[in-house]
């Protein structure tokens, strides 16, 4: 998590708003976009796991965490193009496609709330059955609990450099 605060103050945080907001030649996201998308795909995670974790019983399960095939492929496809051999791209779900009318202040400030409320949950974590199956945004696909904690970080530094991509273009 602290490579993605990292990452924003380093190399968004204090580009003009224009900057921010100035679509890529290849008409993808704008650096701000990306980073909205990362808050909406979290928001909706962390409402997911608060619930997960908040229903658990004092009789938790005590299986080892494993990845399970499709949670290890999943966080290896979700990898920031810089660190993975392959990566694919995926159209975001309409319900997680970012708006472009938000300023960057609202953006970061809320990137920070939502971090810090990721951070709270890592800690809780240590308490919850990481085994446990939670529903993504694809429908039909559950990831276990200990792969999403893991894909939130991944999936912001993903996004984090797509955003620093856009602004070099």
Known sequence: LQNCRSAIERSLY???EEELQKKP???G?????????VNLVNEAYIKRLKKSMTLKSSSMDETPFRY???????????????????SFSFKAPKAVQPPSTRRGQAVFQDFQVIFDEIETLLEQSQY?????????????????????????PTHALRHIE????????
Not at 162 to 169: G, M, S, V
């Open 14 to 16: 204090f580009c003009e």
């Open 68 to 86: 399970g095939w499709f949670g290890s492929l999943f966080l290896k496809q979700m990898q920031p193009r810089s660190r993975a051999k392959r």
């Open 128 to 152: 919850a059955d990481l085994n446990q199956r939670i529903q993504t945004f694809v429908p039909f696909v559950k990831l276990r609990l200990g792969v999403i904690l893991e894909l939130l």
């Open 162 to 169: 797509q955003a620093e991509r856009a602004l070099q273009n």
């Open 25 to 27: 030649e290849d008409g």
């Open 29 to 37: 996201w704008n650096a701000l976009q990306c980073i909205e998308h």
